[in-house]
């Protein structure tokens, strides 16, 4: 039975700040009725799982580059995890740390997980970034807002599927059940679940989800003066709390011994890249603490159960992440946000564009013709073809491409200018690395991939840019923006796609970033950025084989589609043992 909770995340949110829960809160009420959604009704004579097939646990950890992860393993540090794979103390006997494993492009948490969830690159899953402009419907898609503050569609992820209905290809989940139709798959928190049975997620841990974007608003406040006030220091036990319910949760949904273990059990924790966003102390030093004090001993808890039930003794533990993270400057001249005299939106602006307002939704009527979508190290600016709006004020066809030439091609010069002189705003004056355009194409084709605009109406192809202008810490950047850029939805990625200074430079005071003020952030095809930790492990098989087996998956290019792959593999093969199956 679903436990039921009426809250109001109003309340929760003033609560936070100290003001009291005051029932005249302007803030939208939300009401979550559920603390866990069963997605799938089956049959009453159907088999409750699907237990001849190899069983998985997917870790999904948030924010944590490899090196990070592997060396705390190593160094013995989270004892939890390695006893979850089989670790041996430090000997690993049974679990491959694959050192390989890049981030999509840009490396933020929607576009990796829709990429790794579904096997195909953004230009096919539609999923571009945190948020993006939908031109067939003239809407911004926002999973996780950057350029404006709103927890309504984080809240709809969980209670109405909204990132699900953003993706426009089949999951791993229903590319699972397909072949086995009585499969029974869980998914803790992860915001993509189509073709799973149940979503299990703790009304704490979402409105926590929200209130994080209280947190920032505060930050926000305060940024004028470059440094926090010391009252404002975000406080980690919330962002602990996420996690810790969420592995509480699917323990207790563990407990019910009238239902089998799922065959498939995914768990998201979230805590290590919403604190590091923040955190003082930097996101290494944030993250090692966390990973160590949080999110190890609430692993430990998940361990203990599933090793009570029986169901660990031959299944794979596949753990990953989405992206890394990189220290920037918490200050409004770093951060490139949004409106005010020396934003982006400004440049846009003085460059002769009516830009769309930063909201989830816009009145019907509201004519625009220049959209930017954030993402911490990028940003997508869409554009309309000027001769459909019907006057300096109209509603223009989104439907219909812009006009190269016309549309496109005078703001990439603006922006590129500016960033060379400050002329429009001087404040925006060498905060760009990279100004990306293309030919458009209509929405429905295949879209190019980018160029680098390199001024007067040229562009250069980005291979070519990068050989003459080396960016020793981009790590397939052409490869990896071509997933983005090129492909049935690649328009998605914008006209016009901005990369600022920031995985390319060594130092927060040279890095720029598209949000409000934070003191990390993430999105560049730097290294740093983009390596993630895949570890594949399994008791009944010994590290050298689950090597080679992975490493003929990853073949050549060792991306984050790859995941749907290997758990479809995984999966595929009959179980080693059924011995040990307590169900
Ligand atoms: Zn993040």
Known sequence: MARRGFVSLACLTLTAHSVGCMTTAKTAQLVLTDTERTIRERDKNAPKSSPNNAPILFLAFDGVNRDLLYDMLEKGELPKLTDLLSGEGK???????????????????????????????????????????????????????????????????????????????????????????????????????????????????????????????????????????????????????????????????????????????????????????????????????YLHEVADPALGRLAAKLRERGALSDRWVVLTSDHGHTPVRHDESHALYTEGPDSPARLIDKAGYRLRPFAEKVDKDKGFDAVLAEGGATSFVYLADRTTCGGPKGVCDWKKPPRYREDVLPLAEAIFQNNREGKLVPALKGTIDLVLTREPKPYAEDDLPFEVYVGDGRTVPLGAYLEQHPHPTYIEAEGRLRDLAAGPRGERAGDIMLIAHNGDRDIPDERYYFASPYRSWHGSPSRQDSEIPLIVANPRYMKEQIRDRVKLLLADAPRQQKITDLLLDLRGEPRKTTSAHAD
């Open 91 to 289: 000997n690993f006997p049974h679990a491959y740390f694959d050192p390989t494993l890049l981030s999509t492009m840009p490396s933020s948490t929607m576009a990796a997980w829709t990429t790794a969830m579904t096997g195909v690159p953004p230009a096919v899953h539609g999923v571009s970034g945190n948020e993006f402009f939908i031109r067939e419907e003239s809407r911004l898609g926002a999973p996780a807002p950057v350029s404006f503050s709103d927890s309504k569609p984080t809240i709809e992820i969980y209670t109405d599927g909204y990132l699900n209905n953003l993706v426009k290809v089949p999951t791993v989940y229903e590319r699972m059940r397909q072949r086995e139709p009585n499969i029974a798959i869980w998914v803790a928190l992860h915001q993509i679940y189509s073709g799973a049975d149940r979503l299990l997620f703790a009304t704490n841990t979402v409105m926590a989800r929200a209130l994080e974007e209280g947190l920032i608003k505060i930050t926000k406040k305060t940024a004028k003066t470059a440094t926090l006030q010391d009252d404002d220091k975000p406080d980690r036990a919330m962002f602990a709390m996420l996690d810790d319910d969420v592995i509480d949760k699917v323990v207790d949904a563990l407990d019910d011994e009238d239902d089998p273990v799922p065959d498939v059990l995914t768990v998201y924790l979230t805590g290590t890249d919403l604190y590091a966003h923040v955190a003082e102390e930097g996101p290494d030093e944030a993250r090692r603490a």
